[in-house]
């Protein structure tokens, strides 16, 4: 009879476990031990199942070589020709002989983010360093391209860490901004591309990034409200988790 018991309590804690898990977001259960994402000092588990996903993009990052540029040159000036035509232009007359090239390497210089690697950018960049206050740059320029439309994007990010005993050379956070603007963009995705790339870099106590831009979809099209600005932030660690870590960021970007 005892043995009866205690099977069934055991069955009922293992049961409360797996709910636990489900509710909570973590699904700890379902991962094994070589694909769970380390949790950086001061993320809860919760923070962290939030960006499990882009950091499993972050490693699997998309890449374009000089060659393929070299070799989709003439079809992306073709698709430039066409493009024009169907405007109703004639792409023969004088003014735009060389447009659709010029068009097609500006294109592609607009998405060079394709060609860089993050890892590439932090070789030799990344120092300890027993520092534990907070790391702010702020107005890192940033342009971009709208995946809706095929339009600009651009504005200021701002980036504050907490260090964890390591510290990054203060260029490499406007070149990780660099490499993932450079790409056919949702401002909400770029924003935290940039978060959890410093995450896995240095594994801070936390990490704050806020992205103020200006979209020429609605500036040109649509709404055409001329002044209208976007505001996305990502909070991670103690940056979520503490209100006063994150109103210290917050207040320091806007002084």
Known sequence: ??????????????QTDSSNDTINGHFEGLLTNSSRTPVPPGMSGES????????????????????D????????AAAYTTILRGLGEDPQRQGLLKTPWRAATAMQFFTKGYQEKIIDVLNDAIFDEDHDEMV?????????????HLVPIF?????????????????KLARIVEIYSRRLQVQERLT???????????QPAGVGVVIEATHMCMVMRGVQKMNSKTVTSTMLGVFREDPKTRDEFLTLIRS
Not at 1 to 14: D, G, H, I, P, W
Not at 136 to 148: A, L, Y
Not at 160 to 171: D, E, F, H, Q, T
């Open 69 to 76: 540029n070299e070799m989709n040159l003439p079809s992306l």
């Open 155 to 171: 504005g200021r990010v701002h980036i504050g860490y907490l260090p964890n005993k390591r510290v990054l050379g203060l260029s």
């Open 1 to 14: 009879m005892e043995r009866t018991k205690q099977s069934q309590l055991n069955q009922n804690k293992k």
């Open 192 to 202: 935290k591309q940039i978060a959890v790339a410093i995450t896995e870099a240095l």
């Open 48 to 67: 962290s199942s939030r960006t499990s996903s882009v950091m499993e993009s972050w490693r699997e990052e998309r890449t374009r070589s000089i060659e």
């Open 136 to 148: 702010i740059v702020k107005d890192i320029d940033m342009f971009s391209m709208c995946e809706h």
